[in-house]
């Protein structure tokens, strides 16, 4: 996907201001009992995701994360499709006061990749 200028400065911008793992991290954390978030739109989701992965899109995770995980230290390891959006959701939730928040980078693409476990 070709993104704008703009998008990739403030994608860039996040991405400088939240903690990143790739795949192989990202499955370590879970494993230890990080909770993994899909951070894509629903028909991306529906299309195939990471096994276990909870969806809250981009456009609703900031309405519905406190709901969902009230203690602000729960461990969170978010993904989108390339690790733009799920960066610019982490640097969101940290602003919300999660202290335990991480982008994976590469996404799904790097989640199919490497062969990680999909639904």
Known sequence: MIHS?????????????????????????????????????????????????????????????VQTFPEKETELVLYCGGGFRSALSADMLQKMGYTNVWSMDGGWAAWQEAGAPVE
């Not at 200028?5 to 790739?22: G, P």
């Not at 529906?46 to 995770?61: F, L």
């Open 5 to 65: 200028t703009e998008f990739l400065k403030i994608a860039h911008e996040a991405k400088s201001q939240v903690n990143e793992c790739d795949v192989a991290g990202a499955l370590e954390r879970v494993a230890g009992g990080a909770v993994l978030i899909d951070v894509r739109e629903d028909n991306e989701y529906d299309a195939g995701h990471a096994a276990g992965a909870k969806h809250m899109s981009r456009g609703i995770i900031e309405r519905d994360i």
